[in-house]
């Protein structure tokens, strides 16, 4: 089974973005040939930094690598180092109906929160999604909740296609990210974590950031340990946390706080997260210290993945005629 799945290089990956998605990736990189891209093209339909662009997309291959994507079971690219993306986005977005567009729930919120530069890039990033899943005939693609709209989209479209020019793509289908891909910001447990301040624990914060972040993170009223999401959402919150990282069950993290109070638990959460990052962190520096490595395992993936690209382009263009 083939599976492609990537992430935008903006901001900071962090400890939600790894316990969801990067070590659900490491373990379906065990069984099924995957594709996992670094979608800069995506990255530019929101604000961003030309000067930092190329270091960001760079960061984001050390945290795919740091967290244990073997370029030798997997393949790793850069989506703009690959012009069939956007070569089959244009061809899909023949077939794409506005009305599927215009109800996106992604482009709604995006399109509020940069009211200064909603563009038609942003319009058209489901499409662009389909493409880049399209592109290697991919069977699976792990996604958090927000995501699994695109990837319907990209159903109805090789539907769409397939039955007007004939079979050349399987239908994908969503598999939906563990729980980490559903941590809370750490200032606010009603919004999902973002790559931004507070909120969040990037996966190269330092120790002592840790410790500071988890420190000042909010908490409920009262002084019980529970799980209880309704009444308890930021002790819930941290408790998702500490059980993901230590793999320790809620119900026996409970029972280890029982009495205690929230100052202790944070502490040891702190102490729980560092040395659950500490490999990741080690392996990190390591591969920083090595760019042409990086360079290789870079160079490799594009061929492998547009070996399958021009293939695939190749097909479409004779279904459709050119």
Not at 267 to 279: H, R, S, T
């Amino acid at each position: 089974m083939r599976i492609f799945s990537g992430m935008r290089p903006s901001g900071q990956l962090h400890i939600g973005n790894y316990l969801g998605a990067l070590k659900n990736w490491v373990e379906l990189q065990k069984k099924h040939q995957c594709v996992f891209g670094v979608v800069d093209y995506h990255a530019i339909t929101t604000p961003f930094d030309s000067k930092t662009l190329k270091k960001d997309v760079t960061a984001l291959v050390l945290d795919y690598l740091a967290a244990g994507i073997d370029p030798e079971k997997s393949t790793i690219i850069i989506q703009s180092h690959i012009p069939e993306h956007t070569e089959l986005a244009w061809i899909l977005s023949t077939l794409t109906p506005l009305g599927e567009l215009e109800r996106m729930t992604q482009f709604k919120e995006k399109a509020k929160q940069h009211k200064e530069s909603v563009n038609a890039g942003l319009f058209c990033y489901p499409v662009l999604m389909a493409a880049d899943i399209l592109l290697y005939k991919t069977e699976l693609v792990p996604v958090g909740e927000d995501q699994v709209q695109h990837v319907e989209l990209s159903r109805v479209l090789t539907r769409k296609f397939n039955n007007k020019f004939g079979q050349v793509f399987p239908e994908p289908k969503a598999q939906l990210l563990k729980a980490g891909a559903r941590i809370k910001s750490l200032t606010d447990p009603t919004k999902k974590m973002s790559k931004t301040g507070d909120e969040s624990i990037a996966l190269t914060d330092s120790p002592d950031t840790i410790r500071q972040k988890i420190k000042t993170a909010i908490t409920d009223s009262g002084k019980k340990v529970i799980y209880d999401e309704k009444n308890k959402p930021a002790i819930s919150n941290l408790l998702t946390i500490y059980h993901l990282f230590s793999e320790k069950s809620i119900t026996e993290i409970e029972k280890q706080y029982r009495g205690k109070g929230y100052a202790e638990f944070k502490k040891d959460l702190a102490e729980v997260i560092i040395n659950g990052l500490a490999p990741f962190q080690k392996k990190r520096k390591e591969l920083e210290k090595n760019p042409q490595l990086i360079q290789k395992i870079l160079a490799e993936g594009q061929k492998r993945a547009q070996k399958i690209a021009k293939e695939t382009m190749k097909e479409v263009k004779r279904k459709i005629g050119l």
